[in-house]
T-cell receptor, first 112, second 113 residues
């Protein structure tokens, strides 16, 4: 019930391509879905987040697509750049005081 | 967003010793969290620390091993006690409440010999 399943574990994309990372959850009480980006030696940085009352949110090259009925959400990185190479974590939370439940992470490599 | 500073940034410790990690935030926050991230793995919540109350520990983590202090709204410490090689991890502090999403410090990289 508390799990967040993330795929793929690793992803290699050519520069300029689209990177897609998927997450699925089971707990329908989750009401906040952030994505974090982590570079080696750094803490996770909040990238973009969505609430279940919208189906899509876009910030620059980053888009979250949210499918409430399927209990799935995904991160799309358009025009992927080598500087996007990092580990990406999806997460879910119940309520404003709730704890974040993290997926296992996706290591993205963007080849020049 | 809040600026979070952790000290030390890394350390190498001997088996059986204890290390206290400090987390300082540049603004007052209600909730502070401590996570563990083992090499190449995801983040696991150790405990939630609210000012003025006892920390709440997640399953698998106990106060005797990971005592936490939260003396005010901008500071917290996590102690890793009686360390063993299995405690080698990155320990991360984060802050977040109803006003802002959760933000992380850069972590403390701990190696136990």
């Amino acid at each position: 019930q508390q799990q967040v399943k993330q795929s793929p574990q690793s992803l290699i994309v050519q520069k300029g391509g689209i990177s897609i990372i998927n997450c699925a959850y089971e707990n329908t009480a989750f009401d906040y879905f952030p994505w974090y980006q982590q570079f080696p030696g750094k803490g996770p940085a909040l990238l973009i987040a969505i609430r279940p009352d919208v189906s899509e949110k876009k910030e620059g090259r980053f888009t979250i697509s949210f499918n409430k009925s399927a209990k799935q959400f995904s991160l799309h990185i358009m025009d992927s750049q080598p500087g996007d190479s990092a580990t990406y974590f999806c997460a879910s939370r119940v309520g404003s005081q709730g704890n974040l439940i993290f997926g296992k992470g996706t290591k993205l490599s963007v080849k020049p | 967003s809040a600026v979070i500073s952790q000290k030390p940034s890394r350390d190498i410790c001997q088996r059986g010793t204890s290390l206290t990690i400090q987390c300082q935030v540049d603004s007052q926050v209600t909730m502070m969290f401590w996570y563990r991230q083992q090499p190449g793995q995801s983040l696991t919540l150790i405990a939630t620390a609210n000012q003025g109350s006892e920390a709440t520990y997640e399953s698998g983590f106990v106060i005797d091993k990971f005592p936490i202090s939260r003396p005010n709204l901008t500071f917290s410490t996590l102690t890793v006690s009686n360390m063993s090689p299995e405690d080698s991890s990155i320990y991360l502090c984060s802050v977040g409440d109803s006003r802002m999403p959760q933000h992380f410090g850069d972590g403390t990289r701990l190696s136990i010999l």
